[in-house]
């Protein structure tokens, strides 16, 4: 088996802190319900938890996080929504983009991007450039994005190689098709959280969760603040990640 299922590191006072966190960022249109708001209301009310959650992971050392914005499925929804999340995110990237470079933060947008407006596509260019050699938080904020559409492209540019002689379909391993899914760069995650309490992927990382930690809170993701980060890390360094193995194997390994 040639996946490469690597173990994450202990910080300084030896917690065991994922190097990627994945999120899915649910609730925000309860929340806003719940308080006789618009929608809308609760997007904008999620980006303080955004804020919160991107200063807090810089803080404990997270090394890459994940945020799942706006899916494949999203584009189904009330036109009017769909404008208005537009642009809050054209607006969030105006005004945030120089906070994150000053932050040493790098910013990336994964997703088919195709489906955008041109001058959002622009500006999540511009974003991106901007940021571009920052070495602090991996930031990538998956929009238009779903697993299904990212292994899709992944397999699309395999037989693209293959077409093209530069790649033998016989020989293809997992890794070889992984380096073609849009996080190729980044350790898997390690752990994932949603908010907002419902059980399940919604299409966000698929292959890439292969062997993440799943954490779910009831908590409305505009109320999610470094406190519920931290309880959801404390959650992680609890866990025992087998990857497939028995514990007394694990245990050996630990020895050796
Ligand atoms: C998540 O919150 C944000 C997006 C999907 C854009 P929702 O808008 O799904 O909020 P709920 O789940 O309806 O409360
Ligand atoms: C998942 O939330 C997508 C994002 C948070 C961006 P949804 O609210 O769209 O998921 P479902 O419809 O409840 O599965
Ligand atoms: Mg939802």
């Not at 899709?152 to 033998?168: F, I, S, T, Y």
């Not at 360094?237 to 497939?244: D, E, I, K, P």
Request: neutral net charge.
């Amino acid at each position: 088996m040639g996946a490469d299922y690597q173990a994450e590191q202990a910080n300084p006072e030896g917690e065991r802190i994922p190097r990627h966190v994945a999120i899915i960022m649910d609730g925000n249109g309860r929340w806003a319900q719940a308080r006789g708001q618009a929608r809308h209301q609760g997007h904008r009310a999620g980006l303080d938890a955004v804020k919160a959650v991107v200063e807090q992971c810089g803080r404990r050392g997270v090394g890459a996080l994940t945020l799942f914005a706006f899916s494949s499925e999203n584009w189904q929804r009330p036109r009017a929504e769909v404008r208005m999340l537009m642009e809050l995110f054209m607006r969030t990237l105006d005004t945030e983009a120089h906070r994150l470079s000053e932050n040493n933060v790098r910013l990336r947008v994964i997703g088919d991007r195709a489906q955008f407006s041109d001058r959002l596509q622009e500006r999540l260019a511009e974003a991106e450039r901007l940021t571009a050699d920052k070495d602090g938080l991996h930031l990538t904020i998956a929009a238009s994005y779903g697993g299904r559409w990212d292994i899709l492209q992944a397999a699309r540019r395999a037989a693209e190689e293959a077409m093209a002689g530069r790649l033998d379909p016989a020989s293809l391993t997992e890794s070889d098709l992984a380096g073609y899914l849009s996080l190729a760069e980044l350790p898997e995650p390690d752990l994932f959280i949603r908010t907002g309490g419902e059980k399940r992927i919604s299409n966000f990382l698929l292959w890439q969760l292969a062997y993440t930690e799943l954490y779910f809170t009831e908590t409305l993701w505009p109320d999610f603040r470094a406190g519920e980060l931290d309880r959801a890390l404390a959650d992680f360094a609890r866990r025992q990640r087998r990857f497939g193995l028995t514990d007394q194997q694990l245990r050996q390994r630990d020895r050796a």
